[in-house]
């Protein structure tokens, strides 16, 4: 995700603490709350767009084929103690936790995360996200890379630490949070400029 730390002053009073300078942003600025600090998510460039379409639709897909789950894009805040994160996309098993999924938000940590890389989020994605998923009991967490086309799965252990998880025979790393969910490099990378291919990735999981 892209973003940017502020020094601007906030809209709010500056008596105000985070947590309520936060809850005073406009509803339609897109912005994190991590450590005590504001930071502005910059705007996506279409390659991130691409990206964060193509898993979402697939999350999707491949929910209302196992007929359980709800996912989200990053217009979704995910709320875990005092920070306050808006991944790119996620996912909520309806089995066990969708009690976590208020009207505004998720309260509480989301089952699946992902994050597309970008130049200034890199460090974040790769740090304290990192560090606060695993801690806060997200049990899985997905960095796609554009820069080198790659995809990390980390699984999350007892300890509370993640770990990677290697790609299957397929080449495919699959999921092991969302029953059947699997991603390829070349399904959202397929070369010469070209989008992801959102058909490969579907017929793939069996639909359409």
């Known amino acids: ?5 502020t020094t601007r002053p906030p809209p709010a009073a500056t008596t105000l603490s985070p947590w309520e300078r936060f809850d005073a942003l406009p509803d339609d600025t897109k912005a994190e709350l991590i ?5 502005y998510v910059m705007p996506a460039s ?20 196992q007929g359980s789950g ?4 990053d217009q ?21 936790h969708l009690d976590r999924v208020l009207p505004t938000r998720i309260e509480g ?5 992902v994050e597309v890389l970008s130049p200034d989020s890199v460090a974040r994605d790769r740090g304290v996200k990192l560090r606060d998923y695993a801690a806060a009991g997200v049990q899985e967490y997905w960095l796609l890379d554009p820069e080198t086309e790659r995809i ?27 029953p059947g969910l699997r991603l ?19 017929r793939a999981h069996g639909i359409g």
């Open 1 to 5: 995700m892209a973003t940017v730390a």
């Open 35 to 39: 450590d005590g600090e504001l930071v």
């Open 46 to 65: 279409s390659a991130h767009n691409r990206v964060v379409g193509m898993v979402y639709a697939l999350m999707l897909a491949v929910a209302a084929k």
């Open 70 to 73: 709800e996912a989200f894009t």
């Open 76 to 96: 979704f805040e995910m709320r875990l103690g005092a920070q306050r994160f808006v991944p790119d996309a996620s996912f909520v098993r309806s089995t066990e």
């Open 109 to 113: 940590p989301a089952d699946l995360v």
């Open 152 to 178: 990390e799965v980390y699984a999350r252990q007892p300890d509370g630490t993640f770990v990677p998880l290697a790609p299957d025979r397929t080449s495919a790393l699959a999921s092991q949070v969302v």
């Open 184 to 202: 390829r490099p070349e399904w959202l990378w397929p070369g010469a400029g070209r989008p992801p291919d959102v058909l490969a990735a579907l």
